[in-house]
């Protein structure tokens, strides 16, 4: 062999060997360690790391304190932390009443007696009469409105629950639509320019109380733009009785019919609501530490740190709302893996080519809010950030199965992640896109290339009973493994991923639909509550692209319907039929735009 020859093999060799150990974990994931730090995120003095609790707090100072003891510098505005602003809920204040009124009878109801407000009910005085709207349904697609021919405007309407029997029959699915859901039944009644809605729950079925329905306990927006109210069956009784009727007997004839029972109430009945509530909020904070490289170019690591605390509307155990929900999966899971990785990488201090942000974000549960504050306000510059690795509910690998989203995003991914599952035991399941309903979507909406980390879906999820104890930490210890090598290998990497558009598959959720009716395409901006509906993104190839629209335009309309909140754009959208020819109207950069928009099928 030819010593020129003999030479060159030996510096690829070199060369080899370096690049080898560059993008190899020097360290392995410790299992116990990684489980000792679910436990300590997922114990009662962690409150569920809900959002506005001691317990976050107490997290967040966890999080911090690693960091320290690791020498990670902070990368926050104030030290580690990055503060943003939440709406936690909603509590009600001194001054709620109800009043009916009639010629020598007066009758005052006692809170959360009598009648309650819902969370999500405007505040201000009504004083208006009382209309029957029998569900407060305008379903087209079942040829049925209970306000056909009814007068509300300016009125209170008063509709049942649930929805008319008939509708489970011919939906085909035998199951509740969504016009049963009260968010549903609160805008039809608003756009039908009725001034309030009090519910009452009708019939009961066997062994059922006529319970009020515990104030918080439904999701809803911050204000559905309408008073909204629950009375007991027993105070509406007397309200039928006035106008010759019976409540049993009216709900039997709508339902035994499927056609509408509304009528108008006596006029002589003066109804009187004052409903005062208040929003509250709290300040949390994202916690961000930087671990620098030899440029200022970036690989993100991330995951979401906060949970449901003891429970609100997204628990998935209503009877147990008031208890702890620890989260140990979702997601002291994946923020224990941040930390852990933090450990491991923390000895290449100055080694890799790029740095490591490390990012535990607050605020997800309450819809992606945290990340949505970085991007908005980041602090480190979003063009060098080269790729972001989210973590979202690791622990629970069974049979070795582990999904990994977003490999299309990056034009190196799919290499990248051969490369590091060469040794590993998993059955990957792979998908392309990278839009879903945890923090790494905050970042597809930036153009960043992102992969998504997750061991499924299981039976303990957003309740009380996701503890530690069901976590599987030896093999979440070796998918660790993995991540390291991932982003070790990106770190290196003499170019950086570029970042693709995916052409996916038309989804079950974003677009403002929630998963029901026709395809429009958008990705909401969760940060931005109020005054339309702010578009993150709008899909690549989806009717809203190809009606022009852009991310950045805020959905003030959408055909007649005004669209002040996701929950207006998602009622408007549920109500359109595949095919139909949508005029909207977006504001863009502060100047109103229209476009026709033709609704396609969901796949």
Do not use: C
Not at 117 to 140: E, H, I, K, Q, W
Not at 422 to 436: L, Q
Not at 571 to 593: F, H, I, M, N, T
């Amino acid at each position: 062999m030819p010593n020129r020859l003999r030479f060159h093999r030996i510096v690829l060799a070199i060369a080899a060997a370096v690049l080898f150990t560059a993008s190899t974990p020097v360290q392995q994931a410790d299992p116990a360690r990684y489980l000792d730090d679910i436990k300590t995120l997922a114990a009662p003095e962690m409150e569920g790391r809900g959002a506005g609790t001691k317990g976050l707090a107490r997290a967040q100072q966890l999080i911090e304190k690693r960091y320290k003891e690791l020498g990670i510098a902070p990368a926050g505005v104030k030290g580690y932390a990055q503060p943003f602003t939440v709406v936690t809920g909603a509590r009600l204040k001194s001054d709620n009443q109800f009043v009916v009124q009639s010629p020598g009878f007066r009758n005052e109801l006692k809170i959360d007696q009598g009648f309650v407000p819902f969370s999500f009910s405007s505040s201000g005085r009504v004083f208006a009469p009382l209309v029957f709207a029998g569900y407060g349904a305008t379903a087209d697609e079942f040829h049925y409105d209970d306000y056909a021919g009814l007068d509300v405007k300016d009125k209170i309407v008063l509709v049942l629950r649930y929805e008319p029997s008939g509708f489970a029959e011919k939906s085909g699915n035998h199951g509740l639509t969504q016009h049963s859901q009260l968010i549903t039944k609160a805008i039809n009644a608003r756009n039908h320019g009725a001034k309030a809605v009090v519910v009452i729950n009708g019939k009961l079925g066997d062994g059922e109380e006529d319970l009020l329905t515990r104030f918080g306990s439904v999701s809803g927006p911050e204000n559905v733009g309408i008073v909204m109210t629950q009375v007991k069956n027993e105070v509406a009784e007397s309200w039928f009785r006035s106008a010759g009727k019976s409540l049993k007997d009216v709900q039997e004839q709508i339902n035994s019919a499927t056609k509408p029972g509304s009528f108008a109430f006596p006029d002589s009945l003066h109804f009187a609501l004052h409903i005062d509530i208040e929003t509250t909020r709290a300040t949390v904070n994202n916690v961000l530490a930087w671990l620098p490289g030899q440029t200022d170019e970036y690989v993100i690591i991330g995951a979401h740190y906060d949970h449901l605390g003891r429970g609100n509307f997204d628990s998935l155990a209503p009877s147990q709302i008031g208890q702890i929900h620890p989260g140990a999966d979702d997601n002291a899971s994946g923020t224990a893996g941040v930390l852990e990785l933090a450990r491991l990488l923390a000895p290449q201090r100055g080694q890799l080519k790029r740095s490591i942000l490390f990012m535990d974000f607050a605020g997800e549960e309450l819809g992606l809010l945290g990340s949505a504050a970085w991007v908005k306000d980041p602090t480190r510059p979003l063009a060098k950030a080269v790729a972001m690795l989210n973590m979202d509910m690791i622990g629970r690998i069974k049979d070795d199965k582990v999904y990994i989203g977003g490999v299309g995003t990056g034009s190196t991914f799919k290499s990248v992640l051969e490369q590091a599952q060469k040794d590993t035991p998993f059955k990957i399941e792979y998908s392309a896109g990278g839009y879903s309903s945890s923090d790494h979507t905050s970042f597809v909406t930036k153009k960043i290339p992102v992969l998504f980390f997750f061991s499924g879906l299981h039976s303990d999820y957003h309740k009380p009973s996701d503890t530690w104890d069901k976590i599987n930490a030896p093999s979440a210890a070796r998918l660790l493994d993995l991540i390291e090598n991932v982003a070790v290998q990106l770190a290196n990497a003499p170019d950086a991923p570029a970042f693709q558009i995916v052409a996916e598959d038309k989804p079950p959720a974003g677009g403002g639909g929630g998963g029901y009716g026709p395809y429009f395409g958008s990705i909401p901006d969760f940060g931005q509550t109020e005054n339309g509906v702010k578009f993150s993104d709008v899909k690549p190839n989806s009717p809203a692209a190809k009606a022009g629209l852009r991310a950045g335009d805020i959905l003030i309309q959408f055909g007649d319907k005004p669209i002040k909140n996701l929950y207006d754009f998602t009622d408007a959208l549920r109500r359109s039929k595949v095919g139909d020819v949508v005029e909207v109207k977006v504001l863009r950069d502060g100047q109103p735009v229209t476009a026709s928009v033709k609704l396609e099928q969901r796949k």
